[in-house]
């Protein structure tokens, strides 16, 4: 049965009294599923004190990490990081127009996947969740009206913490999430609340069937015959 075919699983609930640094490496990670590179990483993370800027760059390099097992180079997909938003009013490099990774499909001169990462102590405040998550939408603003995709795909990477969500370039943020319109238009996969742990088991399966629905939204010639890094 493929990652399409599932039922779309629930994201984890948060549990305050236990932060996404203390983690049960047993029940908590996606052994057998994700690579091991990327499982050893987060474990090593996940076990680290305070958030330093050494330690925010590892997060980074996860990230980096993540997306290129599932956009390798060998099928010709782009990952750009630091990438500046065209067409935006605000002045180059602010940090309101950067984004940290931009996922290029081959021939494509116009990112289909977006990744914005920030600290992982930032996660435990709400205000900062909710900023961050309101950053994902900003970044769709920006891009969706120039896009050549029917669909963009945004993460929120609050170090190994996640959401993120699929949104037809047709529509606005505020026309997606409204009441009126958002709800007709849900989808497999379409979107996902804060997932604690990136390399959990809900998390990557959830994780691996947005990706795979991005990638077979591409036309024919531009991806490989069937995605082999889920």
């Not at 097992?69 to 500046?84: G, K, L, N, Q």
């Not at 021939?107 to 990744?115: D, G, K, N, S, W």
């Amino acid at each position: 049965m493929t990652v399409l075919q599932q039922e779309c699983p629930r994201p984890a609930v948060r549990d305050t009294e236990h932060p996404p640094h203390a983690l049960d490496p047993v029940n908590s990670f996606a052994f057998g599923r994700c690579p091991t590179e990327i499982l050893e990483t987060a474990l090593l993370l996940s076990s680290s004190g305070e958030d330093v800027q050494s330690v925010y760059l590892e997060y980074y390099e996860l990230w980096r990490t993540i997306l290129r097992h599932f956009f390798p180079a060998s099928e010709r997909y782009t990952i750009r990081e630091d990438w500046e938003i065209p067409h935006s009013s605000q002045p180059a490099r602010s940090p309101s127009r950067t984004v940290s990774f931009a996922v290029f499909p081959p021939a494509h001169t116009q990112p289909f996947v977006l990744v914005q990462v920030s600290s992982q102590t930032e996660f435990e405040s709400e205000m900062l969740r909710d900023t961050a998550a309101q950053e994902t939408s900003h970044i769709f603003d920006l891009v969706s009206p120039y896009s050549a995709f029917n669909e963009v795909l945004v993460i929120s990477a609050m170090g190994q913490s996640w959401k993120g969500f699929r949104r037809e370039t047709a529509l606005t943020s505020a026309e997606a999430e409204s009441w009126w319109i958002g709800p007709s238009r849900q989808q497999e996969f379409d979107r996902c609340d804060w997932f604690d742990n990136v390399v959990s088991q809900s998390s990557w399966d959830f994780l691996a069937g947005m990706i795979d629905i991005m990638k077979h939204s591409l036309p024919e010639r531009n991806r490989s015959s069937r995605s082999r890094h889920l």
